[in-house]
């Protein structure tokens, strides 16, 4: 594996760290439930894509820092995952 491709696997990983830190941050604040609770809520109620979409703020800050450190392969990354989550995103929403 070459440098630039481990550098973008680097910033891949971090942006799905960053997004599940996300999704786990949100559920914990939107109801007194249980996390499995909570989830399975989601779920049946068909909002799965919008709580997706708001797991994947904490990206931007992630993007943001790699951009200030000049470590664009990482930045393209996360850019990448988020692009992916973007698509699960509007794919749930015609489901």
Not at 16 to 24: D, E, N, P, Q
Not at 31 to 43: G, Q, W
Not at 69 to 84: C, E, F, P
Request: charged fraction near 15%; aromatic fraction near 10%.
């Amino acid at each position: 594996m070459g440098h630039i491709s481990k550098e973008v696997v680097i910033g891949v990983l971090t942006s799905i760290v960053a997004t599940l830190c996300g999704l786990f941050i949100y559920l914990e604040f939107i109801s007194d439930d249980t996390m499995a609770e909570t989830f399975k809520k989601v779920i049946e109620g068909g909002v799965l894509g919008p709580v997706l979409a708001l797991a994947a703020i904490p990206n931007l800050f992630v993007f943001w820092v790699f951009l200030k450190k000049n470590q664009d392969y990482r930045a393209r990354g996360v850019l990448m995952t988020t692009i992916v989550v973007a698509l699960i995103t509007l794919v749930l929403k015609f489901i």
